[in-house]
């Protein structure tokens, strides 16, 4: 009983902490190819639904990419859209030239294991970036971050 004890409990530990790993590295792989799915969206002008927002559009084309990691409460508050001037950096529209940056930023992970020192939380942040086109007219935008 005693070296069940003295093997289980590293051998778990090791396990968990694995696992944990495991775990990040998924999700940021996850993430940064659902914001690739969201900038390349965006550079098409597109828009799911009628009279959506190219922006709201964008966020669903990225969490609708990213397994169901984004879809509701807090996850959802970090996919990030911006139209960036490439010259100045400053805030733009989603106009011809322009940056268009699709992040989750600070996406908060939670261990699986219940140990005390894999008790904090992860960070997890993913970006894509591409140049707009030329669009014959550019949907609009509803949130300004």
Request: hydrophobic residues 50%.
């Amino acid at each position: 009983m005693v070296e069940v004890c003295l093997i289980l409990t590293p051998l778990l530990l090791l396990t968990f902490a694995i696992l944990n790993v495991s775990m990040a590295i998924f999700l940021r792989s996850t993430f940064q190819q659902a914001v690739r799915e969201g900038a390349r969206y965006a550079i098409t002008g597109q828009v799911t639904a009628a009279g959506a927002c190219h922006d709201t559009s964008i966020k669903t084309v990225v969490a609708r990419s990213a397994l169901g990691f984004l879809s509701a409460g807090p996850a959802a508050a970090t996919m990030h859209v911006r139209f960036r001037d490439p010259a100045t950096g400053a805030v733009a529209s989603n106009s011809a030239g322009n940056i268009v940056e699709v992040s989750v930023e600070n996406y908060q992970y939670g261990p699986l294991a219940p140990f005390r020192f894999f008790s904090t939380r992860l960070g997890i942040w993913a970006q894509a970036a591409d140049v707009m086109g030329g669009l014959p007219s550019p949907p609009s935008i509803c949130l300004a971050e």
